[in-house]
């Protein structure tokens, strides 16, 4: 069964410029959740998506933004580029909602191995 | 809001040392804790989890215990090898949905 896949995985752009990120969640899955990894604020959560629809959203600003499709597979975008947002995004597919209310079950989180942007 | 402190590394053991890493959680409620383990040029990995108190959780020699009176989840390994040299990072989910909080990471390198 294929991993969770992240295109491109290595990407430079210039400040101003705009981004799209990919993720192909494992087959079968239907969340896909977003992620920021930078050695200064570490992992953060940007949003997630379940069938379609976004379902939570971390603080980041508007300029980030991230759809999903009919198949799962989910977007992101940065548009206006600043150098703050040099990071590594990180993918995860599970599932479905994660915890039951009875914290019986738990879909794990697949991470993919992420794209690093570099913003110049 | 929620938050997750762990050590701050790196750690450096021999092979074959006892390993501790620290995480202690702030969060309302009764949150689900996980460790996640980062090897170089890779994604996360779950490497063990614990979903209510007193849970122990483990995997891979690896165990951890939620201790909600403390709230901690400290990762503990009685003896580790060179290829457990990696990035550790404890995180907590909270109701529903699938967003994690994570601690800010430990890197662990392992001397042979």
């Known amino acids: 069964k294929a991993g969770v896949t992240q295109t491109p995985r290595y990407l430079i752009k210039t400040r101003g410029q705009q981004v799209t990120l990919s993720c192909s969640p494992i087959?079968?899955?239907?969340?896909v959740s977003w992620y920021q990894q930078t050695p200064g604020q570490g992992l953060q959560f940007l949003f997630e998506?379940?069938?379609?629809?976004?379902?939570n959203k971390g603080n980041f600003p508007g300029r980030f933004s991230g759809r999903q499709f009919s198949n799962s597979r989910s977007e992101m975008n940065v548009s206006t580029l600043e150098l703050g947002d040099s990071a590594l995004y990180l993918c995860?597919?599970?599932?479905?909602?994660?915890?039951?209310?009875?914290?019986?079950?738990?879909?794990?989180?697949?991470f993919g191995p992420g794209t690093r942007l570099t913003v110049l | 809001g929620d938050s997750v402190t762990q050590m701050e590394g790196p750690v450096t053991l021999s092979e074959e040392a006892f390993l501790t890493i620290n995480c202690t959680y702030t969060?309302?409620?009764?949150?689900?804790l996980f460790w996640y383990v980062q090897y170089p040029g890779e994604g996360l990995q779950l490497l063990l989890k614990?979903?209510?108190?007193?849970d122990k959780g483990s995997n891979k020699g690896f165990e951890a215990t939620y201790r909600k009176e403390t709230t901690s989840f400290h990762l503990e390994k009685g003896s580790v090898q060179v290829s457990d040299s990696a990035v550790y990072f404890c995180?907590?989910?909270?109701?529903?949905?699938?967003?994690?909080?994570f601690g800010g990471g430990t890197r662990l390198m392992v001397k042979p």
């Open positions: 995860a597919s599970s599932l479905a909602g994660g915890l039951t209310r009875d914290f019986g079950t738990y879909n794990e989180q697949f």
């Open positions: 087959s079968g899955h239907r969340s």
């Open positions: 998506y379940f069938s379609e629809t976004q379902r």
């Open positions: 969060a309302t409620g009764y949150p689900s």
């Open positions: 614990a979903t209510k108190a007193d």
């Open positions: 995180a907590l989910m909270r109701n529903a949905g699938n967003m994690l909080t």
